[in-house]
């Protein structure tokens, strides 16, 4: 999705007024143009379309002040997906990474607790589960701490909407 999105011109008042590129921003400000990504994509064959929320986690949210808008955003961004790929394809809800690296000793990296990581990633898949995201897909971990964190939090989303989704890692 990230890499797509580059290609489009599009201006600070497209990302909310925001300094920078933040995707998942799109989803609240320009709709539009995420589904059309999701369009495209579909017009090539594709039969799962991936969410726009690899960065949805509030983690990564708050570092652009969106964070109280999480589970927002993860929900519309499964919306999104859903409302392009119909009924007859699928929609994988993308988590990313958070930037910590919870196995490190590193002070600054390493510096979450587990705990604290699962509610993080439970908050995130509540939304995409409640958007219609037929799968989760962790991305890009480095960390496997944050995997299992992810899972747990993926886990503790299907609890709470009473939907199990698979889980892609």
């Known amino acids: 999705m990230g890499a797509t999105l580059e290609q489009f011109e599009l201006t600070q008042e497209d990302y909310g007024g925001l300094e920078g590129k933040c995707h998942e921003a799109l989803v609240l400000n320009r709709p539009d143009v995420i589904e059309g990504v999701h ?9 799962v379309v991936e969410t726009d929320s690899f960065q949805g ?19 519309r961004a499964a919306e999104i997906a859903r409302r392009a790929a119909g009924p007859d394809r ?6 990313g990474p958070t930037g910590f690296l919870p196995a490190s000793d590193d002070p600054t990296l390493g510096d979450v607790s587990f705990k604290a990581l699962v509610e993080v990633f439970a908050e995130q898949a509540e939304g995409l589960v409640a958007g219609g995201a037929d799968l989760i897909i962790i991305e890009t971990a480095q960390d496997i701490l944050e995997v299992k964190a992810a899972v747990f939090g993926a886990r503790q989303a299907f609890e709470k909407t009473g939907r199990t989704l698979p889980i892609q890692t």
């Open 90 to 95: 699928f929609v994988a809800g993308s988590i």
């Open 57 to 75: 986690s509030r983690t990564k949210l708050d570092e652009w002040g969106l964070g109280e808008h999480t589970l927002e955003i993860n929900t």
């Open 39 to 47: 369009a495209s994509m579909l017009d090539a064959g594709a039969e």
